[in-house]
């Protein structure tokens, strides 16, 4: 790069614009280094490369092992997913941070983030540094503890094509995917020195986008996060809301330090009854688990089993519970059900979520739901 431009990027990166301006000094397909301010919109996607083409060629025995070490773990939902901490009722409390780890109930935690909604709307999508700071503390505190960390990207509704929460940031439909890989390559940079222990998990849910384009953000967003992270556990779903079933039509980048996620909330008529984010509400009184809803879960199971071995990466089931409003005996059996048939194939899993509307603890008594959580978590 001229030294007229290394200046002249250097001075405008410690004047006005800060971190965006030395990004958009960077790398291949940078934007030109007098990019105005206000026009970083213009960072194209091809300034994050696709992986190199190759077969995926399974795991490696690093990360088969960290995988086999993962087990029966929950979710910290609501809290930092929400569109800011605390919107849904919930925060990252030292108290639900003492229930994990090895003194706790559960070593492994699943920590969902909704990045975008804490970062600049244009292509650069610069991290707000108190919020990164925030979720430094929360990671490092699990860490410390002895926790297994799945740190994700959670909602970031217009990669959805989902319409935005009210508090939600809108930013331009052209920058929506580079800002994917933009957050990206700021946590992966955050992270990077961090314990073996902090796992990467690139989006949760992925939906409303076509297989093959999520398919082409993967294989981008691994190479992003390679640079700082060469070796590090990387999650990846498929799209369909991380539904097996959509697992046949996800392409791996040749990278040996994967581990695949699926979710699993069915028979979802049972598990999402009364929840009133899903339209038009599902009927009360919905029981489990007969015959056939048993062998919808089970068959899920194992096809997302089956389609692991293809590909030659562990997997893990990220999320599956059923709601409050689900009748409680039938709740229990469900639970039940699902933990053993996840056991039978050797299948770690992380129940959504603590303290909310699946809760196993009750935030406002300070104390466990006993019955979810002896059917989840005792012997
Ligand atoms: C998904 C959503 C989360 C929701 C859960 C159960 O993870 O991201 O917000 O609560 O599923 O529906």
Known sequence: MPKT????????????????????????????????VGKANQVSI?????????NAPGASPQTKALALSLG????????????????????????????????????????????????????????????FKRVDSVVDRLLAGGSTVVLNMHHYRQLDGDPLDATDRSVDPSVVRVRFLAMWDQ?????????????????NEPHGIQESTWNDLLSRAVRVVRKSNPQRALVVGPTLWNSA????????PPDPNLILTVHHYEPFNFTHQGADWVQPT???GVDCCDANQAALMTSLLDTAVKQAARLGYPIFV??????????EAARIRYLRLMREAMADRGMPWY????AAGFGVYDPAKHEFRTNIKQALFQP
């Open 5 to 36: 431009i290394v200046m002249y990027c250097l001075m405008r990166a410690f004047t006005l614009l800060g971190v965006y301006v030395l990004f958009g000094c960077m790398g291949e397909g940078a934007v030109q280094a007098d990019t105005p």
């Open 46 to 54: 091809e300034h994050y490369p696709v992986s190199p083409i190759g």
């Open 72 to 131: 029966a773990g929950i979710n910290f939902g609501n809290m930092l997913d929400a569109p800011s901490e605390g919107a849904w009722g919930l925060k990252v409390e030292d108290e639900f941070i003492a229930l994990v780890g090895n003194k706790g109930f559960s070593r492994h935690v699943r920590l969902p983030v909704r990045w975008s909604n804490h970062a600049s709307t244009d292509a650069a999508a610069v991290i707000d540094p108190e919020f």
């Open 187 to 203: 946590i992966a940079q955050r992270y990077a020195g961090k314990d073996d222990r902090l796992i990467f998990e690139l989006y």
């Open 245 to 252: 079933s959509a697992l046949e039509k996800l392409v791996l």
């Open 282 to 284: 599902k009927p009360l």
């Open 318 to 327: 990220g999320e599956f519970g059923a709601y409050s409003l689900a009748p």
């Open 351 to 354: 129940y959504w979520e603590l």
